[in-house]
């Protein structure tokens, strides 16, 4: 009997079992419901052997639920699903989900004669091993065709897909939540079920909480077979996740693709997605390999020019060590020589000392024995006194003439001018040697400079220039604009006139306001000349012994060894060297201390 609102002579569930119209697949011989692909309804809140319509329709259609025996499920027909203006369409899985309805062997209404030549109710065709086919394979092929019946008994007429917050309605039949509420949307005085038609006055949602879990284990049963075979699976429906959905850049399966929120996306097979983000992965790994082969090889020659710009460094300081030890060797040479021939000339000193004392000597003792002769011939009576007075005295006269004490001529000579070695000495200064000017944005502003930068004087006028944060402002000193932070350096200093300067080199830090302390304890090492004397500026300062005040003084800095050494170049000869020092990195300025009515000229 057909159900109310399905169209004369085709039973619904026609389509799916593939009976012809007019026939009941049910109702054929040797056929049974379940071998036509139709299961009973699933209502845990009906009785055995009754179904829902017969339980609460029994009295409309006529037939008592004693009289007939259960009605097996049937598939909803286009007219039942949807409202009751609009049929829902049916899509290409509800068909393929038909097809998943057919038992193991093929058989029942509408099977493939091609997997089954025998017809309708003809035997499975056998396995092609015979009798002794693995019984594991048998059990796999029943186990996926139970698993498709009950994935097709879980799923909601209307989506099609399995339930979601599946519900009971008056009239027994289960959906969707989600599903009968938009079904039912435009309904106001009669809420009908899409299968069966049976009206009801008001809504009736039932929570079927006992299909809700035999969902969930279709489910879990549909995931773990899904993943032995190796394919990731939506969470959400169990299907494979076969599509790409390009707006939400993520995989998804076909029930996704149908549902609200990628309906309107567009999906690609995820093989095709996959193929062609594998084409820009590859095309970006290309790129960035060409980039990283760029990078290599601007790295390699970063590393070769940084090892040249190394290597001439190593060989510059190995060159400056060199000659900074040839310089010492020089220094030390000539200090020996000046010593040793000092010691030369003070044993030459001692030996005329002597020679000069022993004939002084003797002729003290002579005198002294005349002097005694001449006091015995005074105590003698006068005829005695007079008798060969005339001998004596002409012989006293003789003798009375002063007598020259020579002294040695090489004692009267002074050490003056250097061995020959300092003319490689003055070579190896000259070497080092720079050209200085003056900053006058450092000068004192009684200092005038001249317009070339490198002559400076007192003036008794105080300037009219700029506070400038370099500049002294009370010491009368003056920086020069170079300044060193490595190597070796030699300049000359002129002193034209005065007798109160100071010169030297000076850290960059060094205070330039209020009186400046010129020790090496505040930065400064230099020496200077007050009046007569010359000294080193230390603390305390030491004299230097120097036969005249030096005219041209000679600076020599040596940054890596810390030393600090001058010269009286007129002269040549060494004034004074500092102790090794550490100037930590800082920058070294040439420094000129003027007093009054000085003047220095840089040279050359």
């Known amino acids: ?50 179904s829902p319509s017969t339980k609460q329709t029994g009295a409309k259609s006529g037939i008592s639920p004693s009289t007939k025996p259960p009605a097996p499920r ?11 203006a609009a049929p829902l369409p049916l899509s290409s899985r509800d068909t393929g989900r038909k097809r998943s309805r057919r038992g193991p062997g093929g ?84 809420f009908a079920c899409p299968r069966c038609r049976e009206a009801a006055p008001e809504r009736s949602l039932r929570p079927n909480a006992e299909l809700a879990g035999i969902i969930r284990i279709a489910q879990r049963l549909s995931l773990r077979g899904r993943a032995r075979d190796g394919e990731r699976l939506c969470p959400k429906h169990g299907e494979a996740l076969k599509l790409f959905c390009e707006e939400e850049q993520s995989p998804v399966c076909r029930e996704c693709r149908r ?65 900074v030890r040839e310089l ?21 000193i001692e030996s005329r000392r002597e020679e000069s004392v022993g004939r002084l000597s003797e002729r003290i003792s002579s005198v002294g024995q005349q002097i005694q002769e001449l006091e015995e011939k005074c105590r003698q009576p006068p005829w005695e006194l007079l008798q060969d007075s005339r001998d004596i005295l002409s012989r006293l006269e003789e003798q009375s003439a002063p007598e020259q004490v020579e002294t040695s001529a090489e004692l009267a000579e002074e ?39 490198r002559c400076v004087r007192w003036d008794d006028a105080r300037r009219s220039v700029p506070d400038h944060p370099k500049r002294f402002d009370s010491s009368r000193c003056v ?12 300049w000359e200093v002129q002193v034209c006139q005065g007798s109160a300067w100071a010169l030297g080199v000076a850290k960059a830090s060094v205070a330039r ?49 810390g030393r600090v050494a001058f010269f009286d170049v007129q002269r040549e000869l060494p004034m004074f060297a500092y102790p090794t020092a550490r100037f930590g990195g800082e920058e070294l300025l040439p420094l000129l201390c003027l007093g009054r009515g000085c003047c220095f000229r840089l040279s050359p």
């Open 1 to 50: 009997m057909n159900e109310p609102g399905a169209k004369p002579g085709i039973r619904p569930g026609t389509k799916r079992a593939g009976a012809k119209p007019g026939v009941n697949s049910g109702a054929k011989p040797g056929i049974s419901p379940k071998q036509a692909g139709v299961k009973p309804a699933i209502n845990p809140g009906a009785k055995p052997g009754i």
């Open 74 to 84: 049937q598939a909803p027909s286009p007219a039942h699903l949807g409202s009751a």
């Open 107 to 190: 058989g029942g209404t509408g099977a493939d004669p091609r997997r089954n030549p025998g017809g309708t109710g003809a035997e499975p065709r056998r396995n092609r091993c015979g009798s002794g086919a693995d019984p594991r394979r048998n059990r796999s092929a029943a186990g996926v065709a139970a698993m498709a019946e009950l994935r097709a008994e879980a799923s909601c007429p209307l989506c099609l897909g399995l339930f979601q917050e599946p519900v009971s309605i008056h009239c027994g039949h289960n959906f969707c939540r989600a599903c009968i509420e938009r079904c039912w949307q435009s309904c106001r005085d009669s």
């Open 259 to 323: 549902s609200p929120e990628h309906r309107l996306h567009a999906a690609v097979p995820i093989e095709e997605a996959a193929e062609e983000h594998k084409e820009k992965f590859q095309a970006h790994a290309q790129i960035l390999r060409d980039r990283r082969e760029k990078m290599l090889g601007q790295k390699a020659a970063e590393e070769g020019k940084s090892s040249e710009l190394l290597e001439r460094v190593a060989a510059e300081r190995r060159r400056l060590r060199c000659r």
């Open 328 to 348: 010492q060797q020089l220094l030390e040479g000539q200090e020996r020589l000046l010593l040793a021939r000092l010691a030369q000339l003070e044993r030459d």
């Open 415 to 453: 050490p003056t001018g250097l061995p020959q070695e300092n003319v490689t000495l003055k070579e190896m200064l000259k070497k080092f040697q720079v050209s200085l000017t003056l900053d006058p944005d450092t000068a004192h502003p009684r200092l005038a400079l001249s317009e070339d930068g």
């Open 479 to 490: 920086l020069a604009r170079e300044g060193f932070t490595c190597g070796c350096h030699y």
């Open 513 to 561: 306001k209020g009186r400046v302390s010129v020790k090496p304890e505040r930065g400064i090492w230099a020496v200077g000349q007050c009046g007569s004397q010359c000294q080193a500026l230390t603390s305390p300062s030491v004299p230097i012994a120097l036969p005249e005040a030096p005219e041209v003084v000679g600076v020599y800095l040596d940054y890596e060894g």
